[in-house]
């Protein structure tokens, strides 16, 4: 919040990863990749922007800075901070994002999404106007049905929206991850521990969580693809134009 009491959002994107299952047919930069026309990384700072954005950040590999000069080509409400950064794994990006978001002491929530979640823009404002209803989840993530993801972080949910189960543990559940997050600050008292004990995937650090105590929701958003394979580039373009966004 600001010093008036009003809320401002602050958001980041995870647009450090390899990308190479696109890269190696199309020969771009993932977060470069066209889908209906329109940069992935474009896409979702219009969506974040639709959500009342007032700063984001984008982390990217140190060889993407390609994306940067992409994006600032464009003129956007609100203020970019970059963080050019080869990570070892998505659980160091994320934690890069909201170490850098919170700098300041901001608790969040932080509205995060990968750089290849598609779905509807209003998506993302309805989600983080949902999860700031759960002030006393430290992580809420937004769900969706597997579809066709290779590797779904399944997710289980009590009626109340807690959840109680996730990857294996969760099986089967008709709900995964979406590729949106609200998180809160508080989480980075788990990261020293987790870059020391070698965590590698962003997927078992939301594991370690929720073994460790941390309250976590889950809310149900409209159909979202994640942009892995050529074949998904198609698919996405097919729900886009469900959609008629």
Known sequence: MNASGNFLLK??????????????ESGQLKPLT????????ERVLHSLAEAGAAEVGVIINEDSLAVRDH??????????RWIVETTPSSMHSFLRLIETLGADGDDGPFL????????SPQTF????????R??????VLGLTSPG??????????????RIIALGAAAAPSAQATAGLYAIRGSILREADAARRDGIDALRKFLVRLLDRGYHLAGIPVAQSI????????????????????
């Open 134 to 139: 759960h002030e006393e989840a430290a992580v």
């Open 71 to 80: 994006v600032a080509a464009g003129q956007w409400p609100f203020e970019l």
């Open 226 to 245: 994640d942009v892995d394979y050529p074949r998904d580039i198609r698919s996405a373009e097919e729900l886009l134009r469900r959609t008629a966004v």
């Open 11 to 24: 958001a980041g994107v995870l647009a450090a990863g390899r990308g190479e299952r696109l890269r190696t």
């Open 112 to 119: 995060l999404s990968t750089v290849d979640t598609i779905t």
């Open 148 to 161: 066709e993801d290779e590797k779904p972080l399944l997710v289980r949910c009590a009626p109340d929206f």
């Open 34 to 41: 066209k889908v209906g026309g329109q940069t992935l990384i």
């Open 125 to 132: 404002a309805r989600f983080i106007t949902e999860a700031r």
